[in-house]
């Protein structure tokens, strides 16, 4: 095995020529292998093994620095860098992460998992080094998914007039997650396809090699002037005139002409972008022909292509996405905006069904905000369907484009609380926090499936800007029996006890009634209240609280600072009252990847640790 070799950075650089297409087939067998055990990013992945090997061909880690766009396709980077064996705890908890981590490794330059961030980390790394005096590569590789995202032009303008080498990787696969997306798409298109540009330089030279005696002469001289031949058909112009050095477009999966135009580009004093084509999914049919779906994958059979694990349940994605194409039939002005995640917010029903009044913007949610801004202002019904993280990337336009306005745009806020393998970048903890400061803003969280339906028609027939968050996975369908009608800043009371009441938000009313079932076989009776709303607070019914109840414990997923437990308490600081509070809720730290459920109980939001807290304060009462 080729791949046994690779035990340490640079070591490829050890094996012979006609090894590397060998390496190149047990890398793909490896992870098509590793992944459909443990899941995770398989088609990005397959398609930039030649890609990569290029790059650890051509540069020296760590002295040079690779920083890889989103992170999600640098797992042959670590293979590469010596962490085969580390792939059998692939995201999991304690184990390798499946994004690039400078704690992980002194190759992993720069950590990733949001999108479009490279070439400015990259430019970033670009300033030091030549204020330094140093003499390292930076090589920034970005997708053309990525490449939709607002930042990288905002890098690439920043990087124009660079008068050093900065290697930018385009690593063109004709995908996002999904189809890709607009203008800067359809111009990659026609690079890709561009056999005008091809035969028009094969006609121009043809002809100007007619030219008795001079022809040949003219070719080569306009081969070898500065702007040469492409200044005439330049298929890379749009970067071109950014500043850019154009370089290709360059068939990804030959590694002998990757590793010539790495050693290309490393000449060009300034900022050089190599435009790599490649396939994603490639060397694995059903990644190939379904590269959305291998995109993130679950366990699968590797014969089939099946999901291993058949999802008997519906998730709130899929509870979201029915309400969505329903409310579309009833609601002729309702559209529905994504960030390139039709797929992981279950957009894709309602736009096969409503095309014209779906909107996939690409990478782009600060974008997408402020579109849905435009949209309500123009007299439509936007619902943002976006993951809690990535939400994170538009706050201002929250802030400046929708709430000081006041305008009735609805945010579906997807993977709210853990997401679990991701990790840290990807964690949706911090939106209960970032929301309910911004004044105009309503925040919901249904304890079900049944809440959230109800929950997003209500807000749809609502006003102003509402936000409802839900978590990732299974929609929990307990407490049907519970479906009060929703009002406006009014919470739900599901048992009422005296003396401890527990205020739960969202996922963590299932988590609430569970610890509430076993205090009462301990001999503990508790209220249990379902918080529904974050922000506006039911100040009304926390006043109430205080008549038969000593202990108030608020619980969210979310964390703490800024949280809904946090403005229970200063509630009850502003009235005077005595109660005593307890907030469970997340630390103040980054959480990193690993099974929920372990998560929480690294976290202490799982049922038995909230127990053994509450118990030890009621014995206090
Ligand atoms: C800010 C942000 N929004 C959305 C995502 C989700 N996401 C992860 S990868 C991806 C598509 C990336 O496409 P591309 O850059 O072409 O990479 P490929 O998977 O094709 O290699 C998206 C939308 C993200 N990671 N960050
Ligand atoms: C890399 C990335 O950001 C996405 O692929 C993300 O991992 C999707 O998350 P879900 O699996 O929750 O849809
Ligand atoms: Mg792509």
């Known amino acids: 095995m080729v791949l046994e070799k690779i035990n340490h950075p640079n070591d490829i650089k050890n094996l012979k020529k006609e090894e590397l297409p060998l390496l190149a087939d047990e890398i793909r067998e490896f992870l098509i292998r590793t992944i459909s055990e443990s899941g995770g990013h398989l088609a990005s992945n397959l398609g930039v093994v030649e890609l990569t090997m290029?790059?650890?061909?051509?540069?020296?880690?760590?002295?040079?620095?690779?920083?890889?766009?989103?992170?999600?396709q640098a797992y042959t980077h670590k293979l590469l860098t010596g962490r085969r064996e580390n792939f059998a705890n692939l995201r999991k908890f304690g184990g390798m992460s499946g994004f690039p981590k400078r704690c992980e490794s002194s190759c992993d330059s720069f950590d990733t998992g949001h999108s479009s961030t490279s070439i400015s980390a990259g430019l970033g790394y670009v300033a030091a080094r030549d204020l330094q005096g140093e003499d390292y590569s930076v090589i920034s590789v970005i997708g053309d998914g990525s490449l939709t995202g607002g930042m990288a032009y905002e890098a690439m303008n920043n990087a124009a007039r660079l008068k050093s080498n900065f290697i930018i990787v385009l690593n063109d696969n004709n995908m996002s997650i999904s189809e890709n997306v607009g203008g800067m798409s359809d111009y990659l298109g026609k690079l890709r396809t561009n056999d005008a540009y091809q035969e028009l330089k094969q006609g121009v030279s043809d002809t100007l090699k007619k030219i008795p005696v001079y022809g040949d002469r003219v070719v080569r001289r306009i081969k070898k002037t500065k702007s040469g031949i492409k200044q005439l058909f330049i298929p890379g112009m749009w970067f071109e005139e950014m500043g850019l050095t154009?370089?290709?477009?360059?068939?990804?999966?030959?590694i002998g002409r990757l590793v010539r135009a790495f050693k290309e580009a490393r000449k060009v004093n300034g900022p050089v972008l190599l435009h790599i084509l490649t396939q994603k999914g490639r060397g694995y049919v059903p990644a190939e022909r379904h590269?959305?779906?291998?995109?993130?994958?679950?366990?699968?059979?590797?014969a089939t292509g099946l999901p291993l694990h058949k999802r008997t349940k519906a998730n709130y994605t899929d509870v979201f996405a029915t309400v969505m194409r329903k409310m579309g039939e009833r609601q002729e002005n309702l559209v529905a905006i994504t960030a390139a995640m039709p797929d992981g917010t279950g957009l894709k029903r309602f736009k096969n069904?409503?095309?014209?009044?779906?909107?996939?913007?690409?990478?782009a949610e600060?974008?997408?905000?402020?579109?849905?801004?435009?949209?309500?202002?123009?007299?439509?019904?936007?619902?943002?369907?976006?993951?809690?993280?990535?939400?994170q990337r538009a706050f201002d336009q929250i802030v400046h484009d929708v709430c000081i306005q006041n305008l009735h745009v609805i945010f579906a806020v997807d993977r709210a609380g853990l997401v679990g393998s991701d990790g840290e970048t990807h964690q949706g903890i911090f939106d209960l926090s970032y929301l309910s400061l911004i004044p105009n803003m309503c925040v919901m969280a249904p304890k079900n499936k049944w809440e959230l339906s109800d929950m997003l028609k209500f807000a749809i027939s609502s006003d102003g800007p509402i936000?409802?968050?839900y978590p990732r996975g299974e929609a929990y369908d307990g407490l049907s029996e519970h479906r009060a009608k929703i009002v406006y800043g009014k919470s739900e009371l599901l048992y009422d006890e005296e003396c401890i009441a527990l205020i739960a938000v969202g996922s963590m009313v299932?988590?609430?009634?569970?610890?509430?079932q076993n205090l009462k076989r301990k001999g503990f009776e508790c209220t249990l209240i379902n918080a529904r709303f974050v922000k506006p607070l039911d100040e009304e019914r926390l006043l109430a609280l205080t008549k038969e109840h000593k202990l108030i414990v608020t619980l969210e997923e979310n964390v703490l600072e800024g949280g809904f437990g946090e403005h229970v308490s200063e509630f009850y600081e502003e009235i005077g009252s005595d109660v005593q509070v307890m907030n469970i809720a997340l630390p103040d730290a980054y959480i990193e990847h690993g099974n929920v459920e372990i998560l929480k109980k690294e976290c202490g939001i799982d049922a038995e640790t909230i127990e053994k807290k509450i118990i030890a304060a009621a014995m206090g009462l």
Request: charged fraction near 20%.
């Open 366 to 391: 600060q974008h997408a905000v402020t579109f849905a801004a435009g949209l309500a202002a123009g007299g439509m019904i936007p619902v943002v369907a976006v993951y809690s993280s990535f939400l």
């Open 54 to 72: 290029a790059m650890h061909l051509v540069f020296d880690l760590p002295k040079d620095k690779m920083i890889w766009d989103v992170g999600h």
């Open 246 to 254: 154009y370089l290709g477009p360059i068939d990804g999966h030959d």
């Open 467 to 469: 936000a409802l968050r």
């Open 291 to 302: 590269p959305a779906r291998f995109h993130g994958a679950e366990p699968f059979d590797i």
């Open 353 to 363: 069904v409503f095309p014209e009044r779906f909107f996939d913007v690409g990478i």
């Open 510 to 516: 299932k988590t609430a009634h569970e610890v509430r």
